[in-house]
């Protein structure tokens, strides 16, 4: 925002303001608007736009709160999930697949 406002005050290029303010609205999109989803496929799963072979998985962990922790090598991956019922689904899942 205040990139714009400099670019307005100071008589900038009207494009300048124009991608600020694009740039400004896929950052909503990005961070507030889209979720991340899981998609499981036989060799592995993409989450969060990362794909994750299933060897790379070290161990997996399920909460009461409705979280499938799962641990790689270097962090954890955290999941969230809406409905309780879809996290005994994706953990059988990521069982047949290992």
């Given at each position: 925002m205040i990139l714009i406002y400099n670019n307005v005050i100071q008589h900038g290029p009207v494009i300048t303001t124009t991608l600020l303010m694009a740039l400004i609205a896929v950052a909503v999109y990005l961070a507030w608007i889209r979720t991340p989803q899981l998609l499981l496929?036989?060799?592995?799963?993409?989450?969060?736009?990362?794909?994750?072979?299933?060897?790379?998985?070290k161990s997996m962990n399920l909460s009461e709160d409705?979280?499938?922790?799962?641990?790689?090598?270097?962090?954890?991956?955290?999941?969230?999930?809406?409905?309780?019922?879809?996290l005994e689904k994706i953990y059988l899942v990521m069982l047949e697949n290992q």
């Open positions: 496929k036989s060799q592995g799963l993409f989450f969060a736009n990362i794909w994750i072979n299933y060897d790379r998985i409705g979280v499938l922790v799962i641990q790689l090598e270097q962090r954890n991956l955290l999941i969230r999930v809406r409905k309780l019922d879809d």
